[in-house]
T-cell receptor
């Protein structure tokens, strides 16, 4: 089955630690995204990547880093510089084609809690 | 920047009632999606609807791109319809892979 997987589902981190959230897709999509959602709030874009080895900052990139070495994978690292990292993190992917069909699909999310 | 506004922010319905959710955008749309976020946080794709009308069971959606809005209709609501509904549109044409989300409509369907 095609889809997007995220791991782990739940993650607990001590203050001062870096953690990496995994996102893998087998939809053959070029573009991938990371969003952050705080309780009762909407989605905010952290980073996105339109193609392998390229990525752009979203609206709240400070304290986060990403890599895109493979088309299928877009891991997100939450660094110790992120002041309030406790949140729900969603990964998504979409096709690349300008002016044509471009639908975004989401993974199940990772809940990160800083202890 | 591009604005996406959803209304109402909260909605409480009795099971069996109908409802209409609205999504307004600040410029012409070339891509619009509706999502349902279930209680476990998963975003489920409901409609990809840059223009026109689509129906899927009890749900239907209409986008009027020239007037910059989209509507999501839920008929004969069920408790499983509860959750948050988001609309999102793609930016473009120069940054066409960035999506903008509304703040959502939180729906609570009571038995």
């Amino acid at each position: 089955d095609g889809g997007i997987t995220q791991s782990p589902k739940y993650l607990f981190r001590k203050e001062g630690q870096n953690v990496t959230l995994s996102c893998e897709q087998n939809l053959n999509h070029d573009a991938m995204y990371w969003y952050r959602q705080d309780p009762g709030q909407g989605l905010r874009l952290i980073y996105y990547s339109q193609i392998v080895n390229d990525f752009q900052k979203g609206d709240i990139a400070e304290g986060y880093s990403v890599s895109r070495e493979k088309k299928e994978s877009f891991p997100l690292t939450v660094t110790s510089a992120q002041k309030n990292p406790t949140a729900f993190y969603l990964c998504a992917s979409s096709t690349q084609y300008q002016g044509t069909y471009n639908e975004q699909f989401f993974g199940p999310g990772t809940r990160l809690t800083v202890l | 920047g591009i604005q996406v506004e959803q209304s109402p922010p909260d909605l409480i319905l009795q099971e069996g009632a109908n409802s209409t959710l609205r999504c307004n955008f600040s410029d012409s749309v070339n891509n619009l999606q509706w999502f349902h976020q279930n209680p476990w946080g998963q975003l489920i794709n409901l409609f990809y609807i840059p223009s026109g009308t689509k129906q899927n069971g009890r749900l239907s959606a209409t986008t009027v791109a020239t007037e910059r809005y989209s509507l999501l209709y839920i008929s004969s609501s069920q408790t499983t319809d509860s959750g948050v509904y988001f609309c999102a549109r793609r930016s473009g044409p120069y940054n066409f892979n960035k999506f903008y989300f509304g703040s959502g409509t939180k729906l609570n369907v009571k038995p």
